[in-house]
């Protein structure tokens, strides 16, 4: 476990825009930083970093938070993990006390699997090199790549023997766990006490790192002629891998991309080591899979312009047909390189230096929509059935470009190049986006219904603590929901802040001159305190398990001087606290121009923070006194609808119930007063 100095010194130390830069590309503006959201299919920037806050904040899905917490939910990480992945990042000792039997027996199986992955990463390395076997089978197969020696160290390129079970055995020897060598891939079979099987055995190793360097599968290739068996195999799918999700090589590539501003895709492990070795280090793989468009989201988060390289055969040009649409669904300038017959991007770029590849891709790449169309013209000749398919296929990827004006250059374009009017296009384009819009509307619709039952909401899949067990799987919205929540908003806005404060003007004397000085003379208890003392007073508790646990939590720091509750609970490890606290912290809360009738001054004077802040004598106790007010309303209909079922002779209790309820309500609502509204 990791001391509380130590975490308070990588909270202190982390920057959000830093953080989230190592993901995502930012642009400025005004006080805040924007780029698309990493955690849904964005297409137009709506993820915004607040620097000065140190959270950010998607207005579209509504994640966010601290950077542990983004680090967190963007890599899949524990709270402990994302932890030192920041210390890391900024140098930071990190000092841990000695874990338990049970706090080893708690880590999670995804953690336990990363490591693995690093030891046997480790580890085929480490035979590649020394065993004699890996050098003068995997190393030689190297060489006579012309891979060098710095890109075979820089990619973590390894060897797996040949012997059937020699790394799951000495994995076994050092204390790994067969369910994770399981788990991983690494190893199979083991039933009925037999020996595990290597999956990789007699293959040169190409490591998988995820986009902060995390080894989380591998890519075997085989060196030797074997019947019905595939030249390549793949780590399986895992917690911790998703091959829809990984681009090989987008750790090494991510600060390339952004410098050039362009990102080159190829498909194979080789292809990239190649282009690295030539200079070219903008490049990732799809690794021999069809685009998907997790693997296009990531691309998208350093650049929009992405130039694809294929064979210049006709298998390569085939290739370089599908899957792109759905990088012009994504935004994406894309263009298309075919290299000389016979060339692959291994081949090619081993031929080149930096200075002439990057000649050659600007003389010989060609938009993928001018690229097609003439291809296809060229197929299709002058069949009159085949053209009519070709216009339709070409119609059918200007209609996924969600630009209008990129679009209408395509049609320009198009129209004269197929010979067609552009009016005719364009109304087939619109057809087509028509009839996606119903689709998606629809599927919106049925999603909506399925996440629905009644009041209640079913949460995503979170990474929240397993020690939060006060937090319920299943979030119900209560009719105190929003008096709860507003309740909260102002503990983790101000914590142990004063609801108020007095001043005295006081003069004193500094030689001959008089100054006059405000000084406090008394303030009032802190939020939290107040908040504690008038709801337990009414023996009023939170319904929702988030607010409560958040309330508890605020309580253990009350005289906590130094107690910071906005940034404690950014950096709650539980996501769903930090998530929304995050969302209370922001400004999405503006005070309304009631406030202004109320408190005498107008809002627009002053900020809407500082005004709250100088006036919390008015709206933490109205807060309070709203929840309390709520209660007592669903109480009374609750009377009411006894009464109504009730026998005869409970009548004179309940009508008696009912008019003290009524009595309280009066009370409340000459309290409340004139109604303050929250704009959301």
């Known amino acids: 476990m990791i001391d509380h100095i130590t975490i308070g010194r990588i909270q202190d130390a982390a920057q959000i825009a830093e953080v989230v830069s190592d993901f995502v590309t930012l642009r400025r503006r005004g006080v805040n930083m924007v780029g698309l959201c990493p955690f849904h299919d964005d297409r137009s920037p709506s993820f915004y970093v607040s620097p000065a806050k140190n959270i950010c904040k998607c207005f579209s899905c509504g994640e966010g938070g601290s950077p542990i917490h983004f680090v967190m939910k963007h890599e899949q990480m524990s709270y402990y993990e994302a932890l030192k992945y920041l210390a890391r990042k900024y140098n930071i000792e990190i000092v841990e006390k000695e874990l338990t039997n049970e706090e080893k027996q708690q880590q999670s199986d995804r953690e336990s699997m990363l490591i693995l992955n690093e030891y046997a990463c480790n580890y085929f390395v480490k035979t590649l090199h020394s065993h004699p076997e890996g050098r003068s089978v995997g190393l030689t197969y190297f060489k006579e790549r012309g891979i060098r020696e710095d890109i075979i160290k820089k990619f973590q390129l ?28 690494l190893s199979f079979g083991g039933e009925q006490n037999r020996p595990l099987t290597d999956r990789f055995r007699g293959r040169v190793i190409f490591p998988v790192h995820s986009i902060s360097g995390k080894v989380v599968a591998f890519g075997g290739r085989i060196l030797k002629k074997v019947e019905n068996v595939g030249k390549y195999v793949n780590s399986p799918e895992s917690d911790i891998y998703s091959k829809s999700k990984e681009l090989y090589g987008i750790f090494f590539a991510k600060s390339a991309i952004v410098k050039q501003d362009k990102c080159f895709l190829v498909e194979g492990y080789t292809d990239v080591l190649s282009m690295h070795q030539s200079g070219i280090e ?108 070709m216009i339709s296929n070409i119609v059918n990827s200007i209609a996924i470009i969600p630009d209008a004006i990129t679009r209408s250059v395509y049609v320009q374009e198009c129209s004269q190049s197929l010979k067609m009017p552009e009016k005719v296009l364009i109304s087939e384009i619109n057809k087509i986006r028509a009839r996606e819009w119903d689709k998606k509307k629809e599927q919106k619709h049925r999603e909506e219904n399925r996440l629905s039952v009644g009041n209640s909401i079913l949460p995503k899949a979170n990474n929240d603590l397993k020690s939060d067990t006060a937090i319920s799987t299943k979030t119900v919205i209560t009719p105190f929901d929003r008096f ?10 101000y914590g142990n802040f004063p609801i108020y404060q007095k001043f005295e003007t006081q003069k004193r004397k500094a030689g001959k001159t008089v ?50 509750s906005g940034n404690f609970f950014l950096n709650y490890p539980s996501n769903k606290v930090s998530k929304l606290a995050s969302d209370l912290l922001s400004d999405r809360y503006q005070l309304s121009n009631i406030h202004s009738k109320i408190l005498g001054e107008k809002v627009g004077d002053k900020s809407s923070r500082l005004l709250e802040q100088n006036h919390l004598s008015n709206f933490v106790p109205r807060a309070t006194t709203e929840l309390k007010n709520a209660y007592v309303m669903q109480k009374i209909d609750e009377v009411k609808e006894e009464i109504k079922i009730s026998d005869h002779d409970r009548y004179p209790e309940l009508i008696t119930q009912l008019k003290q309820l009524q009595d309280i309500k009066r009370v409340l609502a000459k309290e409340l007063g004139e109604r303050i509204v929250l704009k959301y």
């Open 282 to 389: 903008n490049v990732v793989a799809s690794s021999g899979t069809a685009l998907t468009h997790g693997q296009i989201r990531m691309i998208h988060r350093f650049t929009e312009n992405i130039t694809v390289l294929y064979d210049g055969d006709t298998a390569g040009i085939n290739a370089a047909l599908r899957g792109i649409d759905l990088l012009l669904e994504d935004g994406m300038n894309v263009k298309v390189v075919l290299l000389p017959e016979g060339e692959d991007p291994d081949s090619f770029a081993r031929k080149q230096n930096a200075e002439s590849f990057h000649r050659y891709i600007s003389e010989n790449e060609t938009d993928f929509i001018r690229f097609k169309t003439d291809l296809l013209i060229e197929e299709v000749g002058d069949d009159p059935i085949k053209r009519s398919g």
């Open 484 to 493: 709860e929540r507003e309740i909260i908003r102002y503990i983790v806005r």
């Open 515 to 564: 100054i006059e000085e405000q000084v406090l003379i008394e303030e009032g208890p802190g939020v939290t305190e107040f908040v504690q003392f008038d709801l337990d007073r009414d023996n009023i508790t939170f319904s929702n398990d988030i607010y409560r646990l958040m309330f508890e939590k605020a309580v253990e720091h009350i005289g906590d001087k130094d107690f910071n």
């Open 158 to 185: 390894g060897y797996s023997l040949e012997e059937r079970s020699a790394f799951s055995v000495e994995a076994q020897k050092a204390g790994y766990n067969i369910d994770f060598l399981l788990k991983t891939g």
